[in-house]
């Protein structure tokens, strides 16, 4: 079975663009999170989805949203980049939202 | 803010050798597992414990949990090189959220 993917690999943006990046759960999963891992630290919680509705929001603006479809992919936005955005963007997928969960290999954003 | 915090950051061992890197946390967990992490690709699963366990074993790898000193330790006998990567541990507790630390960047030597 196919893993978690997620497109773009990779992606450069110049500050203020906005930004989608896509994510496609692992068959038979309903839940979907996202994480931002900026290089040399640990991935960071940005949101959690289950059945299309958004269950868990990380401490991160508004300038950040996400939404999951009715097949459970999941797009995150970023809207009016800054160059702090600049980070690997990770989606995870499991079951119902417990443990544990499954990575994709990520998006590497980086902000010019 | 992370929750959890590695030690140490980095390790430097020799080929069959045993690394042992541990993980401190803040608040009450569910459950505490162990991420690897090969340069630039995403996170692999190695091992969930739930906070009633004080220990589990996956093949190479041990994992330790002591609740009351909100603390856990990843050991990986028998090195190989391609055990070479960066570990994390992560909490959850009734919020779905996994919490990372910063993690241990281990290297294993030839």
């Known amino acids: 079975d196919a893993g978690v993917t997620q497109s773009p690999t990779h992606l450069i943006k110049t500050r203020g663009q906005q930004v989608t990046l896509r994510c496609s759960p692992i068959?038979?999963?309903?839940?979907v999170s996202w994480y931002q891992q900026v290089l040399g630290q640990g991935p960071q919680f940005i949101f959690q989805?289950?059945?299309?509705?958004?269950?868990g929001r990380g401490n991160f603006p508004d300038r950040f949203s996400a939404r999951q479809f009715p097949n459970y992919s999941s797009e995150l936005n970023v809207n009016a980049l800054l160059l702090g955005d600049s980070a690997l963007y990770l989606c995870?997928?499991?079951?119902?939202?417990?443990?544990?969960?499954?990575f994709g290999d990520g998006t590497r954003l980086s902000i010019l | 803010s992370q929750q959890g915090e590695e030690d140490p950051q980095a390790l430097s061992i020799q080929e069959g050798e045993n690394a042992t890197m541990n993980c401190s946390y803040k608040t009450s967990i569910n459950n505490l597992q162990w991420y690897r992490q090969n340069s630039g690709r995403g996170l692999v699963h190695l091992i969930l414990?739930?906070?009633?366990?004080r220990e589990k074993h996956s093949g190479r790898l041990r994992v330790t949990l002591d609740t009351s000193k909100k603390s856990s330790s990843l050991l990986i006998t028998a090195s190989r090189a391609a055990d070479t990567a960066s570990y994390f541990c992560a909490t959850d507790g009734n919020d779905y959220k996994l919490s990372f630390g910063a993690g241990t960047t281990v290297t294993v030597r030839a």
């Open positions: 995870a997928s499991s079951v119902d939202g417990n443990q544990p969960q499954h």
């Open positions: 068959s038979g999963h309903k839940s």
């Open positions: 989805y289950y059945e299309k509705e958004e269950r």
């Open positions: 414990i739930r906070s009633n366990e």
